[in-house]
T-cell receptor
Framework: DGGITQSPKYLFRKEGQNVTLSCEQNLNHDAMYWYRQDPGQGLRLIYY???????QKGDIAEGYSVSREKKESFPLTVTSAQKNPTAFYLC?????????????FGPGTRLTVL | AQSVAQPEDQVNVAEGNPLTVKCTYS??????LFWYVQYPNRGLQFLLKYITGDNLVKGSYGFEAEFNKSQTSFHLKKPSALVSDSALYFCAVRSTVSGGYNKLIFGAGTRLAVHP
């Protein structure tokens, strides 16, 4: 899982609560990403950030929010507006936005709504 | 629409036999292709990538992949499978209409089961 850490490993949320997932990288990468993984659907992009203090919506951003105040940190908040948040969440980073840069992934956070 | 297809949900192989995990893609322009592996409850690990040049790309853990432009395929291969290769494998292609950022389009994944 390289130099990317995610916490917590497991997270339980009650209906109506906001929760924040942590993602930290020590790879000195400029770009960071959040994905959601559901069984049989591959990975879907939630948000991405190419540089500090900048981030953009991905394909399924509704009900999520992010911040990028530091290069090494890209936390994801799952808000109560996300209707079906139970999933495995993966954070990734890459050296830059060049097309040949592979993305490195963290170990993931499994979120379950009770 | 840009996409990646992994036509097999699961591939079963006997240990010691060669394995192939199939991937086809649909993007405009030159494709940048990636393979990742995921073990249970873990993140994805990068295996290999095709950017340009030789159509046979060698990667980690003895895996290789063959790029075929005419068939728009990028199949993952290994000459001799190990039980420890059992995992979920994802093919991905870099989107060519992402406005400049490094957006990957992932296939749905193929579960590889290697039997002793």
């Amino acid at each position: 899982d390289g130099g990317i850490t995610q916490s917590p490993k497991y997270l339980f949320r009650k209906e109506g609560q906001n929760v924040t997932l942590s993602c930290e990288q020590n790879l000195n990468h400029d770009a960071m990403y959040w994905y959601r993984q559901d069984p049989g659907q591959g990975l879907r992009l939630i948000y991405y950030s190419q540089i500090v203090n900048d981030f953009q919506k991905g394909d399924i951003a509704e009900g999520y929010s992010v911040s990028r105040e530091k290069k090494e940190s890209f936390p994801l908040t799952v808000t109560s507006a996300q209707k079906n948040p139970t999933a495995f969440y993966l954070c990734a980073s890459s050296m830059g936005v060049a097309e040949f840069n592979e993305q490195f992934f963290g170990p993931g956070t499994r979120l379950t709504v009770l | 629409a840009q996409s990646v297809a992994q036509p097999e949900d699961q591939v079963n192989v006997a240990e010691g036999n060669p394995l192939t995990v199939k991937c086809t893609y649909s993007v405009s322009g030159n494709p940048y292709l990636f393979w990742y592996v995921q073990y249970p409850n873990r993140g994805l690990q990068f295996l290999l990538k095709y950017i340009t040049g030789d159509n046979l790309v060698k990667g980690s853990y003895g895996f290789e992949a063959e790029f075929n432009k005419s068939q728009t395929s990028f199949h993952l291969k290994k000459p001799s499978a190990l039980v420890s290769d059992s995992a979920l494998y994802f093919c991905a292609v870099r989107s060519t209409v992402s406005g400049g950022y490094n957006k990957l389009i992932f296939g749905a994944g193929t579960r590889l089961a290697v039997h002793p």
